[in-house]
């Protein structure tokens, strides 16, 4: 089960100063590659898999889907999430991402699976995907982006600087060695789960998906003009999106 980071008033009150938490998708770098992979909602049983804030949720109504649920496992999380508009139309669970059999859903109850930047704070990757097959419609779509291999293998998850403070590179070793990494987020210690680009594709092929697309994003230029800060992102691979569909 992972940790529930995002219930400590730190970390949530600092997560909510940033940009994609004040403004929502259209802030995030990898939204529009995300949206892409997403099939048409209209009519849709759509669950999200850590939800955080419930935008996904949110653009899930507003794509007409019929039946939306949000799960995280952050009371915090939830509480903002039913501040949202459209949070009468949604249904939120707090519950581990994990555990979803815990949350008694029913067989292939959902035509779309989502999951954005939650799933490297599980240990198994494999369970996740176990259970996402049980609760998904066959030919359903099972849509994620995670932290991508390449920024999660070293762990400590920032540049190598020069002596005066400019990013020289970023450091990639132990790629190979899965699993466990701590690692500072908003200014505290965490613990997040690295898996190869390998590992990720393997487990949904040997449970039965078959790959629809992958991606890793960059921001677009007009995030970048927002903020520029932004243009590193185009030096690494920072997330990885992978669709998939239950045969």
């Known amino acids: 089960m992972a940790n529930n980071y995002y219930d400590d008033r730190t970390i949530f009150d600092r997560y909510g100063e940033m940009q994609r938490s004040q403004k929502g998708l259209e802030a995030a770098g990898e939204w529009e590659a995300f949206k892409k992979m997403i099939p048409d909602l209209k009519g849709a049983h759509v669950l999200d898999l850590g939800c955080g804030y419930g935008w996904h949720c949110e653009y899930a109504v507003a794509e007409g889907a019929e039946h939306v649920v949000g799960v995280d496992i952050s009371e915090k999380m939830i509480e903002r999430a039913k501040q949202q508009p459209n949070a009468d139309k949604i249904t939120y669970i707090q519950g581990s991402l994990d555990d979803l059999e815990g949350l008694n859903f029913e067989t292939h109850e959902f035509d779309v699976v989502m999951s954005s930047l939650a799933l490297h704070y599980l240990p198994s990757f494999s369970e996740v995907v176990e259970e996402v097959k049980q609760v998904l419609t066959i030919n359903g779509t099972f849509v994620f982006s995670v932290e991508h291999p390449i920024f999660t293998a070293h762990g400590s998850q920032d540049w190598i600087y020069d002596d ?54 960059i921001p677009s230029e007009r995030l970048i003009d927002e903020n520029p800060d932004m243009k590193d992102e185009l030096r690494r691979p920072m997330m990885l999106i992978i669709s998939a569909r239950r045969k």
């Open 164 to 217: 005066a403070g400019n990013k020289v590179s970023w450091p990639v070793d132990n790629y190979h060695r899965e699993g466990e990494r701590q690692t500072n987020f908003l200014g505290e210690s965490v613990t997040k789960y690295h898996k190869t680009m390998a590992h990720y594709l393997s487990v949904l092929i040997e449970h039965n998906f078959v790959i629809k697309g992958i991606d890793e994003p």
